[in-house]
């Protein structure tokens, strides 16, 4: 990940305006993202974060709240997709990293519009246990999430070997970690835990990403 005192991102002499609101929309998107998760966590009867995950808080009648926070940390990750197109200009990944960060973005959108299924007695009143044949807009929610955190590790490698090329260690490493956690298989015992934890990371990457790219330019 980028880190704040590493002037390895090769940028253009200054951040126009457009460009400066574009990164600052691309570093909010991961804080505003977990305040609602985590606010919905904490009120809704029947949330077990050992049970289910976070994608399923977009099912039962408060479930617009999931949706509506999963579009507009989408809408983030593609403003912060043409805030890094327009702010790195030169070097490697120029082309390649905002194309990734771009799908990352379009992924979130398109999970928020295709919900999960209910199940595992959640919402309140679902049974227990996986759902017995998953629906159609189920299995697009798990493609497009399963897309759009594979394409920010491919984003975050494309970082990592831009910093490596710049002699940029600390960066590099901390990158190529982000990318090796998005990367790990899902584990069936703890996964709703492990999405949880990729969230974070994800999140975390594309704000220290923004705030890098605002702050070197």
């Known amino acids: 990940m980028a880190t704040a005192a590493t002037p390895a991102v090769h940028t253009t002499p200054a951040v126009p305006a457009t460009s400066g609101r574009l990164l600052l929309a691309g570093a909010l998107a991961g804080p505003a993202f977990f305040a609602s998760a985590i606010a919905q966590m904490l009120t809704r009867e029947g949330?077990?974060?050992?049970?289910?995950?976070?994608?399923?808080?977009?099912?039962?009648?408060?479930?617009?709240?999931?949706?509506?926070?999963?579009?507009?940390?989408g809408l983030g990750g593609l403003a912060l997709a043409a805030g890094v197109g327009r702010t790195i200009t030169e070097g490697v990944g120029r082309r390649a990293l905002p194309m990734f960060v771009g799908i990352f973005g379009a992924g979130l959108v398109c999970a928020g519009l295709f919900t999960m299924d209910p199940e595992d007695g959640f919402p309140v009143g679902t049974p227990d246990g996986p759902v017995a044949q998953m629906s159609w807009h189920g299995v697009a929610h798990s493609v497009a999430a399963a897309v759009s955190f594979t394409a920010l590790?491919?984003?975050?490698?494309?970082?990592?070997?831009?910093?490596?090329?710049?002699?940029?260690?600390?960066?590099?490493?901390?990158?190529?970690?982000?990318?090796?956690?998005?990367?790990?298989?899902?584990?069936?015992d703890h996964m709703s835990i492990q999405i949880a934890v990729n969230g974070l990371v994800a999140f975390t990457w594309t704000?220290?990403?923004?705030?890098?790219?605002?702050?070197?330019?």
């Open 47 to 73: 949330f077990d974060i050992t049970r289910h995950p976070i994608s399923q808080l977009a099912t039962g009648d408060l479930g617009w709240i999931q949706i509506t926070t999963f579009v507009l940390a």
């Open 153 to 188: 590790a491919v984003a975050a490698i494309v970082l990592t070997v831009r910093y490596a090329r710049r002699r940029a260690v600390l960066p590099a490493v901390l990158s190529g970690a982000a990318a090796l956690v998005l990367l790990l298989p899902m584990s069936p």
């Open 207 to 217: 704000t220290v990403l923004a705030l890098s790219l605002r702050r070197s330019a």
